[in-house]
């Protein structure tokens, strides 16, 4: 049941596939609702193999609605329009669909609202969604949508978790010859040091994932300060900066830590630096 779906994607970090009795055959109308994101892009590499040969797919984002009788507000309308369809392209760029005919639609209203209506004009057999997106201009979070598509859409529902891990297994899908170095306890302030000396001032997003919670974003499009770690390795500090704080900076200590993992891509350039600690683990995934 839906209550189940919800339940699941809460606790886990495994895309789960709501199927609507009578469903069971490959997907030939697909409504994908994207916001551009990490996590989209990665509901949507999911979905690609649930795809028939002759599927149709829908990339449908939820934009802002405004009365655009002023001029300026217009311009600004256009503005924002062509940034989506700029934003659809590169996604398909990023996300090959093949063979598939591919239509954009962007909607004005309420995300969960629209998206159901389009669900039904579209004659939809699957809904595509992120749990824990984040929006184009911050405009969708798809993480408040999903309960209402899994309750109420009239078609199957494929809801991917945005999670930390998710996020990570993201990276791993665009970049081949990932690789993941666990960082030696006994050396880990020294590491961390060199870490921060490689990556300090990059863009990063900051999430916690809990077994209970679920995923927790901390925050995103944070320059990164620097980490460091105590003596018995048992704490590690993730400092970043803000524009706002005038050269200061912000800390957020991780304690009871149990090992430390790094992920870099093909060329050696640190994608994500994961701190595993009692209850969970914290990502810092860099931009």
Do not use: K
């Not at 329009?81 to 669909?97: E, I, T």
């Not at 063979?99 to 159901?116: I, K, M, N, Q, S």
Request: net charge negative; charged share 20%.
């Amino acid at each position: 049941g839906g209550e189940t779906v919800l339940r699941l994607l809460q606790l886990g970090d495994t895309p789960v596939l709501a199927v609507e009795p009578g469903h069971g055959a490959p997907a030939r109308r697909v409504v994908v609702a994207v916001d551009f994101s990490p996590f989209s892009q990665y509901a949507l590499q999911v979905a690609v193999p649930l795809l028939a040969p002759d599927a149709s797919v829908v990339l449908a984002h939820a934009g802002v609605h405004v009365e655009a009788d002023d001029p300026v507000l217009a311009a600004r309308v256009t503005d924002y329009r062509q940034a989506v369809h700029g934003a659809m392209a590169r996604l398909q760029q990023r996300v090959p669909l093949g063979t598939h005919a591919v239509e954009e639609r962007v909607l004005e209203g309420d995300a969960a609202d629209t998206l159901l209506t389009l669900l039904s004009r579209e004659r939809a057999d699957l809904v595509v969604l992120a749990t824990h997106g984040r929006g184009f201009w911050r405009r969708l979070v798809l993480g408040s949508v999903a309960s209402a598509m899994v309750r109420h859409a009239p078609c199957s529902v494929l809801c991917v978790p945005g999670s930390a891990r998710t996020l990570a297994a993201a990276r791993a899908r665009q970049h081949a010859g990932v690789t993941t170095r666990r960082l030696a306890t006994t050396a880990l302030d020294a590491e961390l040091d060199r870490f921060t000396g490689r990556n300090a001032g990059r863009l990063c997003t900051v999430e916690v994932h809990h077994p209970d919670l679920g995923a927790q974003v901390l925050g995103e499009g944070l320059p990164l300060v620097g980490a460091t770690s105590d003596r018995r390795a048992e704490e590690v500090d993730l400092m970043f900066g803000a524009a706002a704080l005038a050269g200061r900076h912000i800390t957020h200590r991780i304690t009871r830590v149990t090992a430390v993992d790094l992920v870099a891509d093909a060329a050696g350039h640190d994608q994500v630096l994961r701190v595993v600690h009692d209850g969970g683990d914290t990502l810092v995934a860099l931009q």
